[in-house]
């Protein structure tokens, strides 16, 4: 009787429609997720012939800055690219902490002066690159470079957009001469 009562009551529901999987894991799809990632196939590189393959169809998923995106777009060039990314990497290894577990340290004391040597090593990194920014230029450089945004709009607008690719060229151009890329 209580088989006949559970049909009756599942009579009138449809079931859910279900999608077949994904052939690879490339996370969750939310917009948030979705924000400027990339989905590329990795291909490898035959030694022999020199050809790209991907045999297996096999796909990634990465995550892409604007400077990236306008390197790729020809805006900025290979030189300028590089100063920008070598100041990008010293600002993010500011921005690290020491580990949090360290290896099992038997008969000595912790030292922390190691801790603060490697710190220090890594703001003076930053700082050697940061220096070389003109006054200008930081603001521009802090958004597109530092954070990995686009060119900020509320300082070039509509038609001005280009006038702030030139100055994100300049400003990168000025860096990559000063700091000898």
């Known amino acids: 009787m209580a088989k006949a ?15 077949p999987p994904a052939p690879w894991d490339m996370g969750p799809d939310t917009p948030a997720q979705r924000h400027m990632k990339i989905v590329e196939s990795v291909e490898h590189i035959d030694p022999k012939t020199g050809k790209r393959s991907n045999p297996n ?15 790729k777009r020809g805006v ?10 070598a100041l990008r990497n010293a600002y993010e290894a500011t921005q690290k902490s020491p580990p949090a577990i360290k290896q099992v340290q038997v008969d000595c004391s912790p030292k922390p002066d190691h801790a603060i040597s490697v710190q220090t090593d890594r ?29 900020p709009g509320r300082l070039y607008k509509g038609r001005r957009h280009q006038l702030g690719l030139e100055h994100l060229r300049d400003a990168l151009e000025h860096l990559a001469n000063a700091a000898n890329f």
Request: aromatic share 4%; proline share 0%.
């Open 123 to 151: 703001m003076s990194a930053y700082i050697n690159l940061s220096r070389h920014i003109r006054d200008e230029d930081k603001e521009l450089i802090d958004v597109v470079v530092l954070n990995g945004s686009g060119i």
């Open 57 to 71: 169809n096999v796909k990634r998923a990465r995550r892409v800055d604007m400077l990236e995106v306008y390197h």
């Open 5 to 19: 009562k559970k049909r009756s009551r599942n009579k009138g529901k449809t079931k859910g429609v279900s999608l």
């Open 76 to 85: 900025i060039n290979a030189r300028q690219f590089s100063a920008g990314e």
